[in-house]
């Protein structure tokens, strides 16, 4: 049981910081709230399902043109209406979940309301003193760890990430130091949406795909921003991590806690923000330094 913790574990809080750092960057940096952040995952585990089984393509071609395609979707989105009303954060965030709703009702129409399977990168088991892992749930592991690592090379190490960096500290300042703030917010919006797309390809050999199985991780994902800390990246993976491990703990010991996962993530958000109201590595509120 404690292995199988674990690795489960590790897989759910690896494609739980996936998706909250991609709903993290384009809030820290863009300030929008794009609540169909896990719609875009959703139709990407969809794409993965209808290029293998219907289509006839191979799993990476599959994964390839999914994840390009979901990005080029949510650019879209942002250009045609995130970005014109972006000053207008309540709007925004009404318009994500009427996108989210869009979408899921479009893959409703064309798959149904049945739950499909996407075949595995690799099938069996590796075992280990006796302890058998399975290679997808391995692979799933080593491969959110490399986008994690990625996206800090790319935020820390390159020009790019300074100027993502410069706009989400001070945008009229980047801006004045002759920084396309616009561009910024549209390549930021594109990480952002790859972000859960990568996360969508990971999941789709591992879970079943579903036209709803966006609404469970968006409220893990908004649990780990808000528990690690709205604008910390660093943050919302540990957040995201935490959470992994509180539901993967709540499934294998508790009877029935698969009813009960979100209930228990979110009782261990409410009790940090009771000690720490910014969440682990958030700063202190604007109001606050008043």
Same mark, same amino acid.
């Given at each position: 049981? +404690? ?40 139709? =990407? ?30 650019? @879209? ?64 592991? /080593? ?50 949406? /790859? ?22 991780? @968006? ?28 539901? =993967? ?10 009813? +009960? ?11 940090? @923000? ?15 330094? @008043?």
């Amino acid at each position: 049981m +404690l292995t199988n913790i674990i690795v489960n574990g590790l897989v759910s809080g690896g494609i739980y910081a996936v998706l909250a750092v991609g709903f993290s960057l384009i809030f820290g940096v863009a300030k929008i709230l794009n609540m169909a952040h896990t719609a875009f995952y959703m139709l =990407t585990a969809f794409l993965v399902f209808a290029c293998t089984s219907l289509g006839g393509l191979s799993l990476p071609v599959a994964l390839f043109i999914a994840i390009v395609a979901t990005t080029i979707l949510g650019m @879209l989105c942002f250009r045609f209406l995130f970005d014109r009303i972006k000053h207008h954060e309540t709007a925004v965030m009404i318009i994500s979940v009427a996108v989210a709703l869009l979408l899921q009702e479009i893959l409703l129409l064309i798959f149904g309301g049945h739950y499909r399977g996407v075949p595995p990168f690799a099938r069996g088991f590796l075992e280990v003193f006796g302890i058998r892992l399975a290679y997808q749930q391995l692979i799933a592991i /080593a491969a959110t760890g490399v986008i994690l690592v990625g996206l800090w090379i790319l935020l820390e190490k390159t020009r790019l990430g300074n100027s993502i960096r410069a706009v989400a500290q001070d945008r009229e300042i980047a801006n004045l130091m002759g920084i396309n703030v616009s561009r910024i917010f549209l390549i930021v919006m594109g990480i952002s949406v /790859a972000l859960a797309g990568l996360a969508g390809a990971v999941v789709a050999p591992l879970y079943v795909v579903g036209p709803t199985m966006w609404m469970q991780p @968006l409220t893990i994902v908004l649990a780990a921003v808000v528990l690690g800390g709205l604008g910390s990246v660093g943050g919302c993976v540990l957040g995201a991590l935490i959470l992994g491990f509180v539901e =993967t703990i709540v499934v294998f010991t508790i009877p029935a806690g698969a009813f +009960l996962q979100g209930t228990f993530s979110l009782g261990i958000m409410v009790l940090v @923000l009771m000690v720490r109201p910014e969440g682990l590595f958030g700063v202190v509120f604007e109001e606050e330094r @008043l």
